[in-house]
DNA sequence: CGGTATTTGTCCGTATGTATA
DNA sequence: GTATACATACGGACAAATACC
């Protein structure tokens, strides 16, 4: 199966397909991966290349992990839409440590860093916004539901 | 200096003080930090937990590391600015391992995803971009340099 | 050009703690 | 109460890239 000595790193090959059992739908959103010592057995790897593998999608931001166990996440549902009306900029980012606690931010979820003049630079949580532009002369920034 | 049994895991202890040290200045972009074993020593614990915290910094776009070491990122300048024209739409998430490689994306940096409609979205790294608002009734997405 | 030292990369094993079922 | 499963943390070993002399 995992193959140590192809060059590819062994964690990587074991993110690799799990990643393409996600694309493929094997793994539907909210469905449990096997367990980390399940998981062992079947690749053929050690603890530490396991608990990598499953860093990686986390950091992409396509598992959550609990104590239950790592699961594949569900889409989150954009919320909020911020228009962005003339002058409004726009960057993206990882959070720091603090706003991901602020906000309730997974691992592997991005921010929007939207900048207004005169004002302070907002920051809003990427997995639940969408930036749309404005239709006419806007008033740019109202936060829709 | 570190305490392992504050209810903070050594690790992101760690994280937070080199962090803190990036933010303070006293590390500067492109500066090299202490080597991991050289970090052992100075924070007493091991090289898994060195490597850990080194990770979420990485993963938050704040340092790279190469064979040399590792050393804070220098601040990316935005070289593209897109238009959100009308019925434009933006979102952000961290990039699959392809396009990682497709975009020479580095690690803890996520992509924009612009949806314009009647076209495929299109993926842009989210270190060298940013979304801006159109000022009148602009045509919407054209990528200036 | 070659050799050595440094530094990170990969991988394994073990142990303990803690939340959940 | 017990078993399961993940979280944290330590340690060691070898490989590979880089820099320096």
């Known amino acids: 199966m995992i193959d140590p000595h192809s060059g590819v790193p062994s964690y990587h090959q074991v993110a690799d397909r799990i990643r393409a059992q996600i694309d493929a739908g094997e793994l539907a959103p909210g469905e449990y991966l096997l ?3 399940a998981m062992e ?6 603890r530490a290349t396991v608990r990598r593998a499953i860093d990686i999608l986390r950091n992409e931001g396509r598992v959550v992990t609990t104590r239950r166990g790592t699961q ?10 911020v228009v962005m009306g003339p002058g409004v900029r726009a960057t993206t980012r990882m959070p720091s440590d603090l706003e991901k606690r602020a906000m309730s931010l997974g691992p592997g979820v991005p921010v929007f860093v939207v900048e207004r003049p005169g004002q302070e630079p907002e920051v809003l949580p990427g997995d639940r916004v969408a930036l749309v532009g404005h239709d006419e002369q806007g008033e740019g920034g109202s936060t829709s539901s």
């Open 35 to 37: 367990t980390e010592p």
């Open 41 to 46: 057995h079947v690749f053929g790897v050690g």
């Open 72 to 81: 594949v996440r569900e889409r989150q549902p954009r919320v909020a839409e």
